[in-house]
């Protein structure tokens, strides 16, 4: 039978039992449930063990480990005290409603704002209102440095798709041109051959200096970019008094657009001889690049995609379209415990149910 149902995704956790092994990365997570939308929106992570606060034996709590086999299932299943496992939803919706806080913890980094509240609830009401935050945390009455106590600590997290780039022969890389929008009033305006001499805030890998740009332009304290088509690296640079630059051949260099939507038709650009390294969803044969490029607009959970032509060296990987996908959803790059520290995320997605699943075969 099929039918269309929304999931209580609590039915798919197994408590104390863990999925050894087949990892094939972890990232932290504050509970289970933050841990099953990640392996969801990952390309290949099947199944998950996520490492809960009340776990001893080590300092590994808050880590969510994603799995995967050929199989589709786990190897072994086997009891362990302070774990949670359990299965990824490929077939939902799961735009991240976050609506739960963490006591006593602490998502560590990615600070752009900070400033006082009353109390977790009005520091959370902070970050769901303000476009470019992601989660928080909010210091409280009770904790032990005074001077610290009601701060409230707003984080940011990217969610510009960012492949790993290199340069590759005989290989054809592109974009999803499922929202490629062209706007005349809201261009982007670059200075080539230019680099901006301001220390970074961050490097990243990008396509191009446009791609470059979405970055910039995404991250609430970037002031400016500086862009090297040598080796696809993309500097996001600090805000200050000044905006000193410098002649250098193979640079480009532009400010971040903030108050309009910028236009992205730059994403219907190909780029041959460049490689979108990793996070494959799969590959099919096809004949050429452009059939590639519908394949991942056609793929909802396709962000980009590299096409091996005919002239790449391996001829067993000639005519195909790996289309792939990266995390997206908002992420913390470390979390750890604090006594009177409350942590949590945004609410700007609660207005739809958590996961809604298409179909379910039983």
């Known amino acids: 039978n099929t039918e269309t149902a929304v999931l ?21 997570s504050p509970d289970a449930e933050h ?3 990640i392996c969801t929106q990952h390309p290949t992570c099947l199944f998950f063990t996520f490492v809960r606060p009340d776990w001893t034996r080590d300092t590994r709590n808050f880590y969510c480990y994603l799995k995967s086999t050929p199989t589709g299932t786990p190897n072994v299943q086997t009891p362990l005290l302070g774990v949670t496992s359990g299965y990824s939803l490929k077939s939902c919706d799961t735009r991240p409603c976050l609506p739960k806080v963490y006591q006593n913890t602490d998502f560590l980094g990615a600070d752009y704002k900070t400033f006082f509240t009353a109390d977790y609830e009005e520091c959370q009401r902070a970050c769901t209102y303000d476009p470019n935050c992601h989660f928080f945390t909010f210091i409280n009455e009770l904790f032990t440095q005074q001077n610290m106590r009601y701060k409230c600590h707003l984080k940011f997290s990217g969610s510009v798709p960012r492949p790993n780039v290199k340069r590759l022969s005989g290989v054809v890389s592109g974009f999803s041109h499922r929202s490629p929008t062209a706007n005349p ?9 230019t680099a901006f001499s301001v220390p970074d805030i961050l490097v990243k890998d990008a396509a191009s200096p446009e791609h470059c740009h979405g970055f910039c332009s995404a991250h609430p304290l970037c002031a400016a970019f500086s862009y090297s088509s040598e080796d696809f690296k993309c500097y996001l640079k600090k805000n200050g008094d000044y905006l000193p630059s410098e002649a250098r051949a193979g640079f480009t260099s532009g400010l971040p657009t903030r108050f309009c939507q910028p236009d992205s038709s730059w994403l219907q650009a190909q780029f041959e001889g460049v490689d979108f390294l990793g996070s494959d969803i799969r590959f099919e044969l096809m004949d050429d ?29 000639r005519r195909r379209c790996y289309v792939k996908s990266t995390i997206t959803m ?15 995320f945004s609410r700007r997605n609660c207005v739809k149910p958590l996961f809604i699943c298409i179909t379910l075969q039983y």
């Open 8 to 28: 209580d995704v609590n039915l798919a956790f197994l408590e104390n039992i863990d999925f050894p092994g087949t990892d094939i990365m972890f990232v932290y």
């Open 35 to 37: 841990c099953q939308m």
């Open 185 to 193: 009033d809201c261009r982007i305006k670059l200075l080539p051959n």
């Open 289 to 317: 690049p452009d059939s590639c490029q519908g394949t991942c607009t056609e793929d909802p959970h396709c962000q980009f995609y590299t096409y091996v032509t005919e002239d790449f060296t391996g001829s067993v990987h």
């Open 330 to 344: 908002p992420a913390p790059p470390k979390i750890t415990k604090l006594d009177n520290a409350v942590s949590g």
